[in-house]
């Protein structure tokens, strides 16, 4: 039963990258950053298909956990699949972080921004949000790939 949401992972990463591949020689602003957020969107919904992949590869038929902690309180924090994504978590650089900073970037409005003259001009680097390069999340995918075939494999030889 895993192997179908694997498959479906897989399916959402390979979707991500095709929507990627296409903003080379892309010059259209709009277009390009439909792409990006195209992208972005399946590769969070692909974290969150983890997410059920991992209940199911426990039995769970039902269950469709919607963050970590949803899949911890359902599975236990003694499983191995729950330690490596709070591990994950925890690392700031992560592909699991890098998806979380993408998600709240996308999830709200962009920050108003003040003018810029003479009186208020500060020498602070302006936070620019998530790295949304083609090369950062052709990271990220890769990342979570790796993640999901590893989980397939160990679960696939039981």
């Not at 956990?65 to 699949?81: C, K, M, R, V, Y």
């Not at 972080?97 to 500060?122: M, Y």
Request: overall charge negative; aromatic content about 4%.
């Amino acid at each position: 039963m895993a192997s179908s949401w694997h498959s479906l992972v897989s399916q959402k990463i390979f979707l991500a990258r095709t929507l990627l591949g296409q903003l080379d020689g892309n010059d259209s602003v709009p277009a390009r950053e439909a792409l990006i957020q195209g992208a972005v969107e399946l590769a969070l919904r692909a974290r969150k298909l983890v997410l059920v992949m991992v209940a199911r590869m426990y039995q769970d038929k039902l269950g469709r956990p919607e963050s970590l902690e949803a899949l911890t309180e359902l599975l236990g924090d003694e499983i191995p699949e729950t330690a490596e994504l709070n591990q994950l978590v925890n690392e700031a650089h992560s592909w699991w972080n890098h998806l979380e900073q993408l998600e709240r970037h996308q999830g709200n409005p962009p920050a108003a921004k003040k003018t810029v003259s003479d009186e208020n001009v500060i020498a602070v680097a302006a936070d620019t949000g998530p790295d949304r390069s083609k090369q950062a999340l052709e990271q990220t995918l890769s990342a979570i790939k790796h993640f999901t075939d590893t989980l397939e494999e160990r679960h696939s030889e039981w």
